[in-house]
T-cell receptor, first 114, second 114 residues
Framework: DTGVSQDPRHKITKRGQNVTFRCDPI?????LYWYRQTLGQGPEFLTY????????KSRLLSDRFSAERPKGSFSTLEIQRTEQGDSAMYLC????????????FGDGTRLSIL | AQTVTQSQPEMSVQEAETVTLSCTYD???????LFWYKQPPSRQMILVIR??????QNATENRFSVNFQKAAKSFSLKISDSQLGDTAMYFC???????????FGKGTHLIIQP
């Protein structure tokens, strides 16, 4: 169990650019979640996958945000035409089921928009 | 929509003391799951303790225990014999009966003083 891995750890980009983050979940976990955490706040749920199916995406912040999990393993979160307000920590988590099954979090990707 | 409220932005206690962090939530569901997560400075979020709503017995994990009051929709965390390593942000989180993501409170910054 190597834990949830996120890449990159930090991303600095200019406003208007597109960015993509990657998350590798714990290998036997079929559920994968994306969250956004801004300074002084708790994480905010964005979307989640069960295997390759995206079962909830209405909470994505705008149509500039999209996520994929093409083979049910790693996932990517893309933000197009980044804005200043997108600066935040983006967290990925995975779990082996729902209910009491805990979500295991990665270290996050910190996005800074210049 | 479910909401989670943590009314203590910051708390500070001396090492070896007992401290209680408060959490209240709002939901119309009958079965759900509650969690406390710990986020040390610049480190990943880790699960501290979890509770299933229809189990009346309060969960305990070593020095960590909860006081779950379902009617009052309260879920406080007690840390006994606090240690310097307990210094962190603590987040209370809610999960409904489905498989959606967690709803987090804003967190309590706990500082353990030597």
């Amino acid at each position: 169990d190597t834990g949830v891995s996120q890449d990159p750890r930090h991303k600095i980009t200019k406003r208007g650019q597109n960015v993509t983050f990657r998350c590798d979940p714990i290998s036997e976990h079929n559920r994968l979640y994306w969250y956004r955490q801004t300074l002084g706040q708790g994480p905010e749920f964005l979307t989640y996958f069960q295997n390759e199916a995206q079962l909830e995406k209405s909470r994505l912040l705008s149509d500039r945000f999209s996520a994929e999990r093409p083979k049910g393993s790693f996932s990517t979160l893309e933000i197009q035409r980044t804005e200043q307000g997108d600066s935040a920590m983006y967290l990925c988590a995975s779990s082996s089921g729902q209910g009491l099954q805990p979500q295991h979090f990665g270290d996050g990707t910190r996005l800074s928009i210049l | 929509a479910q909401t989670v409220t943590q009314s203590q932005p910051e708390m500070s206690v001396q090492e070896a003391e007992t401290v209680t962090l408060s959490c209240t939530y709002d939901t119309s569901e009958n079965n759900y799951y509650l969690f406390w997560y710990k986020q040390p400075p610049s480190r990943q979020m880790i699960l501290v303790i979890r509770q299933e709503a229809y189990k009346q017995q309060n969960a305990t994990e070593n020095r960590f225990s909860v006081n779950f009051q379902k009617a009052a929709k309260s879920f406080s965390l007690k840390i006994s014999d606090s240690q310097l390593g307990d210094t962190a942000m603590y987040f209370c989180a809610y999960s409904g009966g489905g498989a959606d993501g967690l709803t987090f409170g804003k967190g309590t910054h706990l500082i353990i003083q030597p």
